[in-house]
Structures are given as structure tokens and as C-alpha cells.
């Protein structure tokens, strides 16, 4: 499959890599018809997915299997009126019908909005609104049809409500509406094709002030994220990739369905509610899971674990991303399964733009070097280049090509889009540094850089001292406001098993960082805390914690 889109499969180096590396780009793409219906008609019985549940539930599906369910929901879509360009909110957790449902919008072209179960009524009918949604598709759980019901009478666009396997009065059910639906939908029969400038899908995603955002993405998203699946998660031909996310995040487009099914990859579903690392642990021995990504949380929950007693013999190739890797978890998940974590970077509105790639020797805590296509710089606040080993922010320049899979702009919004994409180069709102191999080194969100007594202090790096205390299970260095240092640096901390609060261990935090990193950066408010807030996908919410802080 790769062939057909790619000028060059194979380099031997990463400098090969981002020179011949290219992508061929067909005029009318379409992912659901060109990759999956395609694998489908020549080899149908080829694994597509794995999937299972905490509650005991599996299934395997073929590609086969999902051109035919597929078709039956593209079926049933146009049925009730859903045509091209109409926006569908799917929010389906991990259940297997999302893929069903993703490729049925992708076939009539309409445009997929994935969205978190944890939304609330204000959320939803912002998101109706915002978008013109004009169907909801949703899990059959009480809280999410409650803020579903409670937002129809402020969106006057949203006209279809469905639900999975479940009767209820004003809802389809997805299920039974699917089982009458003809098992081929004819490509042919469309009125009109997609284009690969087609809005495709629809992220919402939020900032750290403002109303969520909606990053636009084309119908040739599902292509910019071969370097994603191939070259940096190095998935397998009939393998089995496992990336851990929700299908209401982009994280679940960059390992769940589209660069690993055109590298001739299965991939591993695992719908829970709650994360349980043994339990994650045993899904990925049972299934002989090949490839695994997911954020640094999950890993330091995964090395507390004993993995000796799991079988790994089949896991090869293990990637993180999400937010920066501590060295120290790299460290002892390298001694525990002999595999080298490779850190990635991107954003909802890219795919992988920066990555330690197969080629390259990774350095714990570095994201790597820039993927092939995108020219990235970093720049300070004068926009004037940084010099090796200063701090400035991460840009992308477009001038010359925008890379394949890059956003749109934000979908209806024009003013943000030039708030953030200025001459052809794209602001990340992002913070990092250049070694003198090319290496670039996160520093965190504008946002999140701590101004304190004249330093300029990353929360990562105070972070990464913290975690090689034996401890710290979990950290989040905030900054919080001071008369005299205008910021002083918090560290709200998860303590291991067998420690327990006290002041006493507060001082011995502090000390183990003045003796880490400089001085000037230990935590002067400790606090320990049962738990950190965190996003579904794992990742730490500082802007949460700085808001808690705040209100105090």
C-alpha cells in the first residue's frame, strides 16, 4: 500500500530520510475508499483491529469486516439525510463502531467531529453551534445523554441523535438502523467526489484561555501520518500497534487508524474506564501487542509495575508523546525491557513534526530532529533564529510547501488562524531549545515558563529532578504569583507507595533538586496531593492546577 504513495519506502539514515522522503497525493483521496476498501478487495481477511474491554468483551475485525460495516453505516447516514460537508459529533469513547462510523462519514464526505464522553451540556451546545453539527452519535451511557438532551433546545442545527445498541425516544439506535442497511455503498453512486482540499475532520481543541478551538483538517490528513506510523512508531506489516487514547483526541489519528492501516498494520483497542497498569499490562501480553505508544504518565505508572512477570517477547518498539519524557523513567524502562523509548512531538493541528526516528540515537528528554516536510525553526521573542542552546519557540515555516497533514487554519475563524500563522510561518505556542547535534529539547507551552527573580525556568527540567527521587510517583511544577519574585515555583506532588506527607520530606524534595539542577529552581511551595488532574489522555493539566492556585 505504502508504495502507491510513496516515491521511496526504505532509507538508511535520517538525512536520506527527510531529503527522499515524499508523498504522492491523489487529487480525489479518500482513506476509507482507497486504503481500507482497497486492502479489503485484496486480501479481506487481513487484520484490521483488536479489541477488547475491561469487562471481559473481545472481538477481532478484518478489513474486510469493516468495508462491510462501514458500508452498512454510510448507508444508514445517507438515509436519514447526511450528506457531504455535514458536520457528525461522534462520541464513542473507544468502542469499535467509531471506526465503523469514521469511515462511513469519510465515504459520503461529511465531516467528523470526534469529542470526549466527559463533555458537559455548555460544552456540547458550544460544539453544536460552533460547528452546525447536525448529528450526534454517542455512547449508551446515562451522563452523556443527559448533556445531549439538555443542549437540543439551544442548537437549532442538530437534527439526528443515535445511540449504540440502545432504544430510547428521540434517538436512532446506531445498531439496529446499521443491521437493516445494505452491506455495499457504491462509491459511484455519489453525486460528488471528495477532494483532498475537503474538510475531512474536525478537532476541537483548547487552549489555555478562550473557547476551544477547531483545527480543520483535510481529506489528505490520513497520508501525513506515515512518518507517525512507519518511520517513528515503526509499526510492522501484520503487526500489532497499540497507542493509548481516547477516539475523542487526535492522538487516536496518530495511532489507531490511519498511518498504521496504510503500513499493514492491525491496531489494539482497549475500551476501559479506568487505567489500571496491570490490567494494561496483561492486554499487551495476551494479545502479543508488537508496538506500543502512549504518554510519559502511563509509562511511570508501567515501570512501578513488576513487568518481569509479564511475557514482552513479542513488544519490539516502544514511543511516547503527549508531553517531554524524564530521563529517569527512560532509564529504568531501559534496564526493565531493553527497549529504547523514542520520543515524538506534534500537535492537533500536525502530525509528528519532530521525532527521534529509527536512524537516530535517542537522547531521554529530547523529542529528536524535525520530520521530513516540515522546516522548522525556533525563534525568540525579537523573531530573530536562536543560537544553540537558547530558548525560544518552536515555529513552522510554510513558504516553500505546508506539510502533508498540517491543519487548514481554524475552521471558521479566520482572525485566530493569522493570530497564530503570520508570512508563512506557524506560531506552535511552543517552547524548546537546540543542542549542537540538532537535537531539540521541550521546554513547555508559553504558558508554562516560569518568570522568576530574572530566571526563566522550564517546568519540565524541575520536573525531571523531581521524578529521580525515589519519592515522587507523579509531579506538576506550576508557577505561583510573589510580590518579590513576580513567580516562585510549585511543585504539586503524588507520592510513591511506603512515603507518606510530612514537612520533613517537603525539605528533603527541595534539597534533592538544589542538588540535581541550579539552585535557583527548587520548589518553594511543595505540596503533595492524592492525584494530579489530568486530560482523558493522560496528560497533566497544569493550566488546571495554576487555576486552583489562583482562586485560593
Aim: charged share 25%.
Amino acid at each position: 500500500m505504502l508504495e502507491k504513495y510513496l516515491s521511496q519506502t526504505e532509507f538508511s539514515s535520517y538525512q536520506e530520510f527527510i531529503d527522499k522522503f515524499e508523498i504522492r497525493i491523489p487529487k480525489h483521496f479518500n482513506f476509507a475508499f482507497d486504503v481500507v476498501d482497497e486492502i479489503a478487495l485484496k486480501t479481506p481477511d487481513k487484520i484490521a483491529m483488536v479489541w477488547c474491554d475491561d469487562k471481559g468483551g473481545e472481538a477481532t475485525f478484518t478489513f474486510g469486516q469493516m468495508k462491510r460495516f462501514s458500508d452498512k453505516a454510510a448507508n444508514f447516514f445517507q438515509s436519514i439525510g447526511i450528506c457531504k460537508g455535514d458536520p457528525v459529533m461522534l462520541i464513542l469513547k473507544r468502542r469499535y463502531e467509531y471506526w465503523f462510523c469514521t469511515l462511513a462519514l469519510n465515504k459520503i464526505g461529511a465531516i467528523t467531529i470526534p469529542a470526549t464522553h466527559l463533555l458537559r451540556t455548555k460544552d456540547i451546545i458550544y460544539r453544536n453551534n460552533a460547528a452546525d453539527i447536525k448529528m450526534i452519535v454517542s455512547v449508551s451511557e446515562p451522563d452523556v445523554i443527559q448533556h445531549v438532551e439538555e443542549s437540543i433546545v439551544k442548537s437549532p442545527t442538530l437534527k439526528h441523535k443515535a445511540l449504540i445498541g440502545a432504544s430510547r425516544e428521540g434517538w436512532l439506535n446506531l445498531t439496529e438502523e446499521m443491521e437493516k442497511s445494505p452491506e455495499v455503498f457504491d462509491r459511484k453512486s455519489l453525486k460528488e467526489k471528495t477532494t483532498i482540499d475537503d474538510t475531512m475532520l474536525l478537532y476541537f481543541t483548547s487552549g489555555t484561555t478562550g473557547m476551544p478551538k477547531m483545527v480543520n483538517h483535510n481529506f489528505a490528513y490520513p497520508l501525513g501520518h506515515i512518518p507517525t506510523a512507519k518511520y517513528w512508531q515503526n509499526v510492522q506489516d501484520n503487526g500489532l500497534h497499540f497507542t493509548v487514547a481516547d477516539t475523542g483526541w487526535a492522538k487516536s489519528a496518530w495511532g489507531k487508524i490511519y498511518g498504521q492501516w496504510l503500513s499493514g498494520c492491525a491496531v489494539m483497542t482497549y475500551d476501559y474506564d479506568k487505567f489500571v497498569p496491570k490490567h494494561m499490562m496483561k492486554v499487551i501480553e495476551k494479545y502479543r501487542v508488537t508496538s506500543f505508544c502512549a504518554p510519559p504518565t502511563i509509562y511511570r505508572f508501567l515501570i512501578k509495575e513488576d513487568l518481569t512477570q509479564y511475557d514482552l517477547s513479542h513488544l519490539k518498539y516502544c514511543v511516547v508523546a503527549g508531553e517531554p519524557l524524564n530521563p529517569e523513567v527512560y532509564k529504568q524502562f531501559l534496564e526493565i525491557t531493553g527497549i529504547r523509548l523514542m520520543e515524538g512531538y506534534g500537535q492537533t493541528e500536525c502530525t509528528v513534526a519532530v521525532a527521534t526516528y529509527p536512524w537516530m540515537e535517542p537522547k531521554p528528554g529530547s523529542m529528536g530532529k524535525p520530520s521530513p516536510g516540515y522546516d522548522i525553526d525556533l525563534i525568540d521573542s525579537d523573531g530573530k533564529i536562536c543560537e544553540v542552546g537558547e530558548i525560544g519557540q518552536i515555529v513552522i515555516y510554510t513558504k516553500k510547501r505546508k506539510p502533508v497533514g498540517m491543519f487548514d487554519g481554524y475552521f471558521r475563524d479566520e482572525a485566530l488562524t493569522k493570530s497564530v500563522w503570520q508570512n508563512d510561518i506557524y506560531y506552535t505556542g511552543d517552547t524548546a531549545w537546540r543542542d549542537e547535534d540538532g537535537y531539540f529539547w521541550f521546554v513547555g507551552r508559553a504558558d508554562d515558563i516560569i518568570k522568576s527573580s530574572g530566571y526563566r525556568i522550564g517546568p519540565f527540567e524541575v520536573e525531571s529532578a523531581l521524578l529521580e527521587h525515589p519519592a515522587v510517583l507523579e509531579c506538576a511544577i506550576t508557577a505561583v504569583p510573589d510580590t518579590e519574585r513576580g513567580q516562585i515555583v510549585k511543585a504539586t506532588v503524588v507520592l510513591s507507595k511506603n512515603y507518606q506527607p510530612s514537612d520533613n520530606l517537603a525539605h528533603e524534595l527541595q534539597n534533592h533538586v538544589k542538588k540535581v539542577t541550579a539552585p535557583y529552581k527548587y520548589p518553594r511551595i511543595v505540596e503533595f496531593v492524592t492525584e494530579l488532574p489530568k486530560t482523558i489522555s493522560g496528560k497533566i493539566r497544569r493550566v488546571q492546577i495554576r487555576g486552583e492556585e489562583s482562586n485560593e
